[in-house]
């Protein structure tokens, strides 16, 4: 009979104080996620996250849906990781990001090494300003490990 090592189990401050970007930038994740979306919030788009319209930069946007994408994956159910590192991920910008941003990831799509994750953004009046698609791969060990590898 084979065993499956346990994965750590992580806080929400765990994972928000593990991307120093996501500080930079004043993103956090939501803690409830027992429905199966994780959200990342950004509550202040200050001026130096904007382009020139202004409105928010697309970098910022896509980062959004990176990481409500790959903290899905991490977060599913069986998931064998507690890190998931994107290998594609393909974004739609619909309309520009003014204020208060929230993005939205789910799973569509879990296996033994690759996760296939979606995700909006919404703005404070739930439109959706940008959507993407992504596949993650889950890494064996832990974030900032200079070991780590791929898993199988």
């Known amino acids: 009979m ?3 090592p346990s994965r750590p189990q992580l806080s929400i401050e765990d994972l928000n104080s ?17 429905d199966g ?3 990342v919030h950004l509550p202040d788009l200050r001026e130096e996250l904007c382009n020139q319209l202004p409105a928010a930069h697309g970098g910022i946007l896509m980062t ?48 033994r090494s690759l996760c296939t994750c ?6 404070a009046d739930r439109r959706i300003l940008a959507t ?3 596949t993650f791969k889950y890494w064996k060990a832990h974030a900032y490990d200079n070991t780590a590898e791929p898993s199988a």
Do not use: C, H, K
Not at 73 to 98: C, D, K, N, Q
Not at 118 to 123: K, L
């Open 132 to 134: 993407a698609q992504g």
């Open 18 to 34: 593990r991307v120093p970007f996501l500080r930079l930038i004043g993103a956090r994740q939501d803690p409830n996620y027992e």
């Open 118 to 123: 979606q995700a909006n953004i919404y703005d």
């Open 2 to 4: 084979s065993t499956t």
């Open 64 to 111: 959004l849906l990176d990481v409500a994408m790959s903290r899905a994956a991490v977060l599913a159910p069986g998931a064998p990781s507690s890190t998931a590192v994107t290998v594609e991920m393909s974004s739609r910008f619909i309309y520009p990001g003014r204020g208060p941003l929230v993005a939205e990831g789910w799973v569509i799509n879990q296996g």
């Open 37 to 39: 979306i994780v959200r």
